[in-house]
């Protein structure tokens, strides 16, 4: 069963950091990609960014582009993304997701999701 465990939400001021991670199980990490989306009430879910486990591509969003670094631990089979600047219009759920592949300009399909860990900035 794949398996997608989101964590490190929760609540930062206006300007603040933070770090959210992702651990995948139940599938080949090494073959595939893993993206974040993002969700806002009353809005489209959004992705804002991808790595490549297998060649360590990336993508950023322009929403995101210049505040967002995202990395893979291969040995752990777990992804980062480090969010800075955050601003109130960052608070949103956000979702880790198995992808068939990433690449510079977009991101691939999606094939599992995570169940989403709530980012909120205060201003």
């Known amino acids: 069963e794949v398996q997608l465990e989101e964590s490190g939400g929760g609540l930062v001021q206006d300007g603040g950091s933070l770090t959210l991670s992702c651990a995948a199980s139940?599938?080949?990490?090494?073959?595939?990609?893993i993206g974040w989306f993002r969700q806002a009430p009353g809005e489209d879910r959004e992705g804002v960014s991808c790595?490549?486990?297998?060649?360590?591509?990336?993508y950023y969003a322009d929403s995101v582009k210049g505040r967002i670094t995202i990395a893979s631990d291969n040995a752990k089979n777990t992804v980062f993304v480090r969010m800075d600047s955050l601003k109130p219009e960052d608070t949103a759920v956000y979702y880790c997701?198995?992808?068939?592949?990433?690449?510079?300009?977009?991101?691939?399909?999606?094939?599992?999701w995570g169940q989403g860990t709530l980012v909120t900035v205060s201003s």
């Open positions: 997701a198995q992808l068939q592949y990433c690449d510079h300009n977009r991101i691939g399909s999606v094939l599992a």
């Open positions: 139940g599938f080949a990490y090494d073959k595939y990609a």
């Open positions: 790595i490549s486990s297998r060649d360590g591509t990336t």
